[in-house]
């Protein structure tokens, strides 16, 4: 693990690969921490300096000093890129992730060269269940009295929502194992982050990004599972829509988790867009450069060939 102070915010990650590589910023969700990516990690490593990060006000990242806001996380992980190379980075964002991702491709075009986005959030609006189910007790705890209750009843009340958020979160014959997904609901119920929860569900409504996904280019992929029912498909339909450009996979036996709930077909997904050895016996291991030219000569062939008509560089 390691840190960086970006404008007096400090912000913590975890970092596989090669330093002289690309980076790729491994970007989670709402109410999670850095581990909501780690399926992905040893992964993306392999050709990328892979740098996953604790958003402020999750994880061990203390939170922002002003209100949380996406174009704020946009500007505070712009500014890291800019710390930590000098060159365009590919992000890989989960859910609000994604969204600060997006928010990203458009205020800083220059700075992302490709996108892997699963289950973004693009309007805002989450699911009915979580509207009726945890946003009240997430608004509780935006104040000091609120946040006393939630503390004092948070074993009872984790017993109730892990109990009907379930369904919501995974696929019915999801295949997350039971480790992966009691680290997660742990994640979700970190004391101390009631204010950023609560201001992050806010920021993701007043972040719609309908309208504006015409805007950009940066190719992307976007995958999403077929039983998310915590960001709907509603909002897959807004991508085909606005954004025909993205390559939109959907995931079976998924739901808003599927790098942990179907890794195989989602890591295949990942590989084959950006290039990475899907089937090396170690996914921490980077490729050597020999094999790092030959993928870059065969992206740049395709992209310029009859072969590869209507194929991005990516």
């Known amino acids: ?115 892997v986005l699963i289950g ?13 189910v945890i946003s009240p007790i997430t608004f509780l705890e935006r104040f000091g009295l609120g946040r006393m209750i939630v503390s004092t009843a948070e074993r009872t009340i984790v017993g109730v929502t892990d109990r009907l958020i379930r369904p919501v979160s995974f696929a019915e014959r999801t295949g997350i194992t039971e480790e992966d997904y009691k680290r997660l609901r742990t994640d979700a119920r970190q004391p101390g982050q009631g204010r950023t929860r609560a201001e992050c569900f806010t920021a993701m409504r007043e972040n719609d990004l309908r309208g504006h996904l015409h805007e950009i280019e940066t190719p992307s992929l976007v995958l999403w599972g077929a039983e998310d029912n915590t960001v709907p498909l509603r909002d897959a339909g807004v991508v085909a829509d606005e954004w025909p450009q993205a390559d939109l996979r959907i995931i079976p036996k998924a739901g808003h988790w599927p790098h942990f709930e179907a ?34 000569e065969v992206a740049r062939f395709l992209a310029h060939s009859d072969v590869g008509t209507n194929l991005n560089l990516a």
């Open 263 to 296: 890794p195989a077909i989602t890591r295949r997904q990942i590989a084959s867009f950006l290039g990475l050895p899907l089937f090396s016996d170690d996914l921490h291991t980077p490729v050597g450069d020999e094999e790092l030219m030959q993928i870059r």
């Open 120 to 132: 973004p959030t693009i309007s805002g609006r989450l699911s009915q269940a979580i509207n009726l």
């Open 1 to 115: 693990m390691a840190y960086y102070t970006v404008n007096d915010q400090k912000i913590y990650t975890a970092e596989e690969g090669q330093p002289d590589r690309q980076v790729a910023l491994l970007i989670h969700g709402w109410s999670s921490s850095r581990y909501a990516m780690s399926p992905l990690l040893g992964l993306v490593s392999q050709r990328f300096r892979a740098i996953s990060v604790d958003l402020p006000g999750y994880g061990k990242s203390p939170p922002l000093t002003c209100r949380t806001t996406i174009p704020a996380y946009a500007d505070v992980l712009a500014d890291l890129i800019e710390r930590v190379t000098d060159g365009p980075v590919v992000l890989v964002g989960h859910s609000m992730g994604g969204m600060t991702s997006l928010t990203m491709a458009l205020r800083y075009p220059a700075l992302v060269e490709r996108m």
